[in-house]
């Protein structure tokens, strides 16, 4: 079973992705990719160099799914409960979407990986520190702009925020309906008084 012909290397990038994402990364060792994909193991190698830089790939691809990514896409419109706002909602939605949960790839894998794999445990753990320094780049902006109280620990509440949004993924694997979900939710930015009009969100 060599690598065929018509191997599609961005399809096989998505699948090992949804693999990890459900079994874990420790659970998919090159044997199983390998024959999930229908490649040898040396045509595994030749084609992704090694799993560890393959599970690369699949992050690079993940990234670009994340709902996180509302961070990068509100304009100057938008203010910083906006964005927080907005951020929770599409988080909530898509976790509790469908009846499959598998929660959130990157952080299924760091509470795997951190601390145990010095490579990929520096790149989740970076990317979650990445997060909280985009969310305290919001809430200072909304104190420039006087929409939020000068007073606010910024760095204390934006990893307050990360913790619940991180949080959310774990109760997406709970049995807890989206709309307790929203409504832990509102209730948190409430208490940091960071939510948005529910008109304004969408």
């Keep these: 079973m060599g690598r ?11 699948k090992a992705m949804n693999r990890i994402w459900a079994e874990g990364y420790e659970a998919c060792s090159v044997k199983s990719l390998s024959e999930m994909l229908g490649i040898t193991r040396s045509s595994f190698y030749n ?4 799993r560890e830089e393959l599970f690369l790939e699949v992050f690079d691809l993940y990234l670009t799914q994340l709902p996180e ?3 990068e896409k509100c304009n100057e419109a938008d203010g910083a409960k906006h964005v927080i706002t907005r951020l929770m909602v599409s988080l909530v939605e898509i976790r ?4 499959i949960r598998p929660g959130c790839l990157l952080v299924n894998c760091a509470v795997e990986l951190i601390g145990k ?38 760095p204390a ?15 997406s694997k709970m049995s807890v309906s989206r709309q307790d979900a929203l409504a ?5 930015l409430d208490r940091y008084g960071l939510r948005a009009e529910e008109k304004t969100i969408q």
């Design 96 to 99: 509790f979407g469908n009846d």
């Design 157 to 171: 509440v934006a990893h307050g925020v990360l913790a619940f949004l991180l949080g959310v993924n774990v109760m």
């Design 4 to 14: 065929p012909s018509n191997f599609d290397r961005e399809a096989a990038i998505e």
């Design 69 to 71: 990514l509302h961070l």
């Design 47 to 50: 084609a992704f160099g090694s």
């Design 184 to 188: 832990a939710g509102y209730a948190f």
């Design 117 to 154: 794999t010095e490579t990929l445990g520096q790149v989740l753990n970076g990317a979650l520190c990445g997060l909280a320094e985009k969310l305290q780049t919001v809430l200072s902006d909304g104190i420039e702009q006087g929409e939020l109280s000068p007073d606010l620990d910024v």
